[in-house]
């Protein structure tokens, strides 16, 4: 992991952030940067096509249409895939 370059920068933990601001901190970053979002993109659609492909297809039909469905589709495909599983679908 790469070190922090300004020594100003504080671990969220020591200004007293609970878990839910953390999240919502490190969500607006991750948005911020395209090359991290663009690697959280890229591992996700390789996991979740290898774990069910015609359901990911789906997934992404509905979201590149816009469909309400969307969201609920892919939080459902997410929610099946175990920790444990997404370490070992990762193709290197």
């Not at 370059?5 to 969220?12: F, I, K, T």
């Amino acid at each position: 992991m790469p070190e922090i370059a300004n020594s100003a920068v504080h671990h969220p933990r020591s200004i007293a952030l609970n878990e839910e601001q953390i999240t919502r901190l490190w969500c607006a970053a991750i948005k911020d940067d395209d090359k991290q979002l663009d690697e959280v993109i890229r591992r996700v659609y390789r996991d979740l096509f290898a774990y069910d492909r015609d359901r990911f297809e789906e997934v992404i039909y509905l979201t590149i249409t816009r469909n309400a469905n969307a969201g609920s589709a892919l939080a459902e495909i997410l929610n099946e895939v175990p920790m444990s599983r997404r370490a070992d679908l990762q193709l290197h």
